[in-house]
């Protein structure tokens, strides 16, 4: 069983469409990350939230921790073909060096 | 600045045999950590250790062991390959506190493993 569920597990868009990847938990975490992964390489950190509630935009890439601290969001807008890759969530606690990787998301962005 | 440097890329092994899978990082992080990966999958912790001479399970240890006797390597080792461990393998390192608390991961490019 995952503690951090991830959905879709897969999206297929067309380029200059938008989507929304999802990350949640029962858990409580004190921060959330997402991470990429292309093929044949490892993860690379996107961005990192430590606050509930906290937004934070990378260009066209928003992401939202949700106010309790067990979910979190990515959204991509006007998604492009150089956003196709594996797209991890990572929740970190407050105790410990650990952390927990929800399952992932498949996006592949078609030109 | 290499980062965090696996090997190898790519090993084939036959049921029961043994290998060490290498990692080291030159960035001086105190923090490392193996996770393995297995198809369309997420990352699953296997060890980590917070420092030279000390290292701690992770979820599925079964089947590994680790040493940690210098801060910059940290390698994996299979002793009695099974085809359930037929995955991919990712070292990385970190150094907490980086960002208000949360610990961020520098992940190696990946060790792809098949046992047959």
């Known amino acids: 069983t995952q503690l951090l569920e991830q959905s879709p597990q897969f999206l297929s868009i067309q380029e200059g469409e938008n989507l929304t990847v999802y990350c949640n938990s029962s858990?409580?975490?004190?921060?959330l990350q997402w991470y990429r992964q292309e093929p044949g390489e490892g993860p690379v950190l996107l961005v990192t939230?430590?606050?509930?509630?906290e937004v934070k935009k990378l260009k066209r890439l928003t992401f939202q921790f949700g106010d309790a601290r067990k979910d979190s969001s990515l959204h991509i807008t006007a998604a492009q073909t150089g956003d196709t890759g594996l797209y991890l969530c990572?929740?970190?606690?407050?105790?410990?060096?650990?952390?927990?990787f929800g399952g992932g998301t498949r996006v592949l962005v078609k030109p | 600045n290499a980062g965090v440097t696996q090997t190898p890329k790519f090993r084939i092994l036959k049921i029961g045999q043994s290998m060490t899978l290498q990692c080291t990082q030159d960035?001086?992080?105190?923090?490392m950590y193996w996770y393995r990966q297995d198809p369309g999958m997420g990352l699953k912790l296997i060890y980590y250790?917070?420092?030279?001479?000390?290292?701690d399970k992770g979820e599925v240890p079964n089947g590994y062991n680790v040493s940690r006797s210098t801060t910059e390597d940290f390698p994996l080792r299979l002793e009695l390959a099974a085809p359930s461990q037929t995955s991919v393998y990712f070292c990385?390192?970190?150094?907490?506190?980086?960002?208000?608390?949360?610990?961020?991961?520098?992940f190696g490019a990946g060790s792809r493993l098949t046992v047959l």
């Open positions: 250790s917070v420092g030279a001479g000390i290292t």
């Open positions: 939230v430590v606050t509930g509630g």
């Open positions: 990385a390192s970190s150094s907490s506190g980086q960002i208000s608390g949360a610990n961020v991961l520098t």
């Open positions: 990572a929740g970190g606690k407050a105790a410990g060096n650990k952390l927990t």
């Open positions: 858990s409580v975490f004190s921060s």
């Open positions: 960035m001086n992080h105190n923090y």
